[in-house]
Nanobody
Framework: QVQLVESGGGLVQTGGSLRLSCAAS????????MGWYRQAPGKQRELVAT???????NYVDSVKGRFTVSRDNAKNTVYLQMNSLKPEDTAVYYC????????????????WGQGTQVTVSL
């Protein structure tokens, strides 16, 4: 059974940084593209960053230059380094694995984890 476990969220002031982690188990991690998503209260889940199995990254415009996605296939873990955080980054952050289909479109394959809450205060 595939399990995705996100961690690293917290409360941070505007301009601060956080590093999120997503540990995957029960899947051949290196075979899939990975995506970081976020869902703010009352809004739909949004894909914010992707990384291919080979390490090619892509970002939604609102986080370009501030967020960096990386992966460690040996540890079955994908990371999201978030710098210069803004209040509008406040959301629950999730990861998932799948196949890329077009620009910033990830066809996800697995059930969602619990996510990790990121709250950015003024």
């Amino acid at each position: 059974q595939v399990q995705l476990v996100e961690s690293g969220g917290g409360l941070v002031q505007t301009g601060g940084s956080l590093r999120l982690s997503c540990a995957a188990s029960g899947v051949i991690f290196s075979a899939f593209a990975m995506g970081w998503y976020r869902q703010a209260p009352g809004k739909q889940r949004e894909l914010v960053a992707t990384i291919t199995s080979g390490g090619i990254t892509n970002y939604v415009d609102s986080v370009k230059g501030r967020f960096t996605v990386s992966r460690d296939n040996a540890k079955n873990t994908v990371y999201l380094q978030m710098n210069s955080l803004k209040p509008e980054d406040t959301a629950v952050y999730y990861c998932n694995a799948g196949h890329l289909s077009g620009n910033m479109v990830l066809v996800t394959l697995f059930n969602w984890g619990q996510g990790t809450q990121v709250t950015v205060s003024l």
